[in-house]
């Protein structure tokens, strides 16, 4: 659009300036030579005055001095007519004079006043003439004499000789100067030509710059194009509505054992020793110049020149040749034979994976019936002892002295005991194995819970707690409970010998979005030298008189917190305190950490 | 009570020492009911159908089928299964006994419509204290339909 409008302007004014340098000239020239006409007029007009005038003057002067000769004595009959002559001629010289000179009033007084005098002049000749005649030569002496003296006529003719030179010179000037004006004018147009004729150079030369400049950067694009089309890794080929080639690339010719320097048009079939013989592929190719069905990554194993089998993947479309209507088929080869390795390398893999996936729940299994077999059988004989003590006791009766009684406590205490340990161990055991029932879970009411069951458990006790205020994470509730309810009530009993026990639950922010968690208290706390056994199965850094347990709590909660992602670790001094920390990784429903895992 | 059938309390239990114990906290229980030790599904199995060697007994449902799960031959869960799969069998009340307190023993005994699941306590006094309640319970306390 804006290209066009500047055409026109364009052309609007080069045809204004057309006008300009043809029209001006021409009209200028035609002013001039109209203007040298008219002083050539001007200057035979002047003469023509002058002539008559002159003549006029010279008729009268004639005729008087004829009319002299005729007083002297002197006459002839030519001197006769040549004395009246002026008479006859001067009126119609006079009347010619007057319409030459009919555009300037001053010349038109003067011939008036000249021809008031000539008039008079010619009449007294005249009347010396009839003097002369009727024999009185001192009249007609008289006559003539007066001719001079009462009608002056020099100046007059003089005057209009003078005036109409005076003109002359006027006119001749003003011509000069219409002339000078039209050279300048003339002048300019020439200058305006060469002005215009740099403009039209140096415009064109530019145009052509820009043309010459588009031209280089055009071929340099196709050139471009063509390197990168020659030096791109993947095959590319161009083929003509018959499947012959058109055009091929380095890759595609290393592929299929072209000569790239020399290509001639192959068809297709005949390209990579029938690499390409694929009647399905040909059937597809075909529908995609005849159809422009798009072929979109067709996966085909073929057999190229080097004589290894690729997996490539084809892609073809139709486009449009550029210096013909016929259409072309551009063809892309991914060689995709790494990958495909790659892919079978992934899936053996996989299939390994299932296989030791298949053998850990086999090994699972196989745990479940071990621990099932625990809680049942194992439990069986414990029970049995402790029975059997008791109907000894009964069966016994008063006979069972001190001693045996004792014995008989022992038996049953142990087997209590034992029965304790193995439910321990199958409560550990299936925290490791059970899913994990992921839910949104409000730390602080299970803190809560496990405050107020320690609380119960531990009557009489005076415990100041500070718990802040605790998020809602995504977990296990029932694994979590279990953390909180092991970690509190570690507080609490390990606090057991404070008249004053204070019991901290803190959280706070970790820099990757993780929660940590703390539960400090001011109990017996614990040398830092065993920390590593802490959250060992079964391990106690006090003894059982001072602070029962049997080990289990804390192992559980290293394995439900392994389970969650997080961590959990301790410090203490003996007699200070211990504080405890657990980590839970911030994550969604899902169960996905939405931190990416170092 | 007076026109009603005195029945049977079956006892499935493989172990002889448990089924000791439980016969003792039973007898403790002062109950009117008989008692029927049978060691395994199959004999529990033949003793509800009045097979074998109990071919001829006095007909009649037990009043409550005290189960072990673990035994030989048929287990209790099986002897679950077809129990409630029986038109003359499915209303008598069963209570599971066992040592067992894995989750999948307790939701597959209640998915088969178990009326009681006691784990047997390893702890003596509680073991008797159970065992003597489930029997007051099922066999006085508890009223079922008439039968057959």
Not at chain 1, 101 to 106: A, E, I, L, S, V
Not at chain 1, 116 to 133: C, H, M, P
Not at chain 1, 264 to 281: C, E, K, M, V
Request: with cysteine; charged share 25%.
């Amino acid at each position: 659009m804006k290209v066009k409008g500047l055409l026109r302007w364009r052309v609007a004014g080069l045809l204004l300036a057309m006008v300009v340098i043809v029209v001006l000239p021409y009209l200028a020239t035609r002013v001039m030579a109209d203007e040298t006409q008219q002083a050539n007029l001007w200057l035979n007009h002047a003469s023509t005055v002058k002539a008559l005038t002159y003549r006029i003057a010279y008729l009268i002067r004639d005729s008087e001095a004829e009319s002299y000769r005729i007083l002297a004595g002197d006459g002839d009959p030519s001197t006769e007519q040549r004395a009246g002559g002026a008479k006859d001629q001067v009126p119609a010289l006079l009347a010619q004079l007057r319409g030459l000179t009919r555009d300037n009033p001053d010349q038109q007084a003067r011939i008036g006043a000249l021809e008031s005098v000539t008039n008079g002049r010619i009449i007294l000749v005249d009347q010396a003439l009839v003097r002369l005649r009727q024999g009185d030569a001192a009249g007609a002496r008289q006559s003539l004499r007066d001719t001079g003296d009462l009608f002056h006529m020099r100046e007059l003719i003089d005057g209009i000789a003078q005036t109409e030179d005076r003109l002359l010179v006027d006119r001749t000037r003003d011509v000069e100067q219409q002339v000078s004006r039209g050279q300048f004018v003339l002048g300019l147009t020439a200058l305006a030509q060469l002005v215009l004729l740099i403009v039209v150079v140096i415009s064109s030369e530019r145009q052509i710059g820009k043309r010459l400049l588009a031209e280089t950067r055009e071929g340099r694009a196709v050139l471009r194009s063509q390197m990168i089309v020659q030096a791109v890794r993947e095959p590319i080929a161009l083929f003509d509505e018959q499947l012959r080639s058109l055009l091929v690339n380095a890759a595609f010719s290393e592929l299929y054992g072209l000569d790239p320097k020399h290509h001639r048009a192959l068809p297709l079939p005949q390209i990579g020793d029938g690499a390409w013989s694929d009647g399905a592929l040909l059937q597809r190719l075909n529908d995609v110049l005849l159809r422009n069905r798009e072929l979109w990554d067709y996966e085909l194993v073929q057999r190229t020149v080097d004589g290894v089998d690729r997996h490539v993947v084809i892609n073809a479309r139709r486009i449009q040749q550029q210096d013909s209507d016929a259409q072309a088929l551009l063809l892309t080869v991914s060689d995709v034979t790494a990958r495909a390795l790659a892919e079978q390398k992934v899936n053996e893999l996989n299939h390994q994976l299932e296989g030791k996936v298949a053998q850990v729940s086999d090994v699972n299994r196989e745990l479940e019936a071990f621990s099932y077999s625990v809680s049942h059988d194992l439990r069986a004989p414990l029970r049995h002892i402790a029975g059997f003590a008791r109907k000894l006791r009964q069966h016994l009766g008063e006979r069972v002295d001190d001693t045996g009684s004792h014995y008989l406590d022992v038996i049953g205490n142990s087997a209590q005991r034992m029965a304790q340990l193995i439910d321990d161990l199958l409560v550990f055991s299936r925290l490791g194995r059970g899913a994990l029932r992921l839910q949104p879970v409000d730390m602080q009411s299970l803190a809560e819970e496990a405050r107020a069951l320690s609380e119960a458990e531990a009557p009489g006790r005076r415990i100041s707690w500070s718990i802040a205020p605790l998020p809602i994470v995504v977990g296990d509730e029932n694994m979590l409970r279990t953390v909180w309810q092991n970690l509190i009530g570690n507080a609490v009993k390990y606090t057991g010998q404070r008249e004053v026990a204070h019991i901290a639950v803190d959280v706070r922010r970790g820099r990757n979005g993780d929660y940590e968690f703390t539960v400090s208290d001011d109990g017996a706390g614990f040398d830092m030298q065993y920390a590593d056994k802490l959250f060992g199965v079964f391990q106690r850094l006090h003894r059982t008189s001072d602070f029962p347990g049997n080990g289990i709590g804390l192992a559980n909660v290293r394995r439900i917190l392994a389970r969650h992602g997080g961590r959990v670790w301790a410090e203490a001094e003996p007699e200070r305190g211990a504080r405890f920390h657990f980590s839970l990784p911030a994550r969604d429903l899902s169960g996905t950490s939405t931190e990416s895992s170092p | 009570m007076i026109n009603r059938h005195i029945r049977t309390i079956l006892l499935v239990e493989d172990s002889m020492a448990d089924a000791e114990m439980s016969l003792d906290a039973l007898r403790e229980a002062n109950l009117a009911n008989p008692v029927v030790h049978l060691e395994d599904g199959v004999e529990c199995m033949d003793w509800l159908h009045c097979r074998g060697a109990w071919a001829t007994r006095e007909p009649g449902n037990p009043a409550v089928v005290l189960l072990d799960i673990k035994m030989p031959r048929m287990d209790g869960l099986e002897v679950l299964t077809r129990m409630r799969a029986d038109e003359h069998l499915r209303r008598i009340p069963v209570v599971i006994l066992s040592s067992s307190r894995e989750e999948s023993d307790l939701a597959r005994s209640w998915d088969l419509g178990v009326n009681a699941y006691v784990i047997k306590p390893v702890d003596v006094d509680q073991f008797f204290t159970a065992v003597r309640t489930l029997g007051q319970f099922w066999a006085v306390l508890n009223q079922a339909p008439e039968q057959e």
